[in-house]
Nanobody, 127 residues
Framework: QVQLVESGGGLVQPGGSLRLSCAASGVTSDYYVIGWFRQAPGKEREGVSCISSSDGSTNYANSVKGRFTISRDNAKNTVYLQMNRLKPEDADVYYC????????????????????WGQGTQVTVSS
């Protein structure tokens, strides 16, 4: 059973940075995709970024391009989301998710394709 644990959320001022981590365990496939999503109360879950475990292919939501960077450390089974120049509208609960599949750029930001989810970590951007 795949388990995902997020960490790194917190309170940051606008313009600041945070790095989220997603530690995965129980992954038995060489091909999987990790995605980061965020969700505010009463709103739909939004795809933020995703990465392939095999070749490192990535995709980003337009709202975070140039500010967020996703990366992976396969030896640690951990995916990171470096968030720079944070804005108040970035404040949400951030979730990482996994699917045991080869990467697909067209779907990797769509939450419905993911089978496993972490518990979420809160990001607050406020002065």
């Amino acid at each position: 059973q795949v388990q995902l644990v997020e960490s790194g959320g917190g309170l940051v001022q606008p313009g600041g940075s945070l790095r989220l981590s997603c530690a995965a365990s129980g992954v038995t496939s060489d091909y999987y995709v990790i995605g980061w999503f965020r969700q505010a109360p009463g709103k739909e879950r939004e795809g933020v970024s995703c990465i392939s475990s095999s070749d490192g292919s990535t995709n980003y939501a337009n709202s975070v391009k140039g500010r967020f960077t996703i990366s992976r450390d396969n030896a640690k089974n951990t995916v990171y989301l470096q968030m720079n120049r944070l804005k108040p509208e970035d404040a949400d609960v951030y979730y990482c998710a996994a699917v045991l599949s080869s990467y697909g750029n067209r779907w990797c930001l769509v939450s419905g394709y993911y089978a496993y989810w972490g518990q979420g970590t809160q990001v607050t951007v406020s002065s």
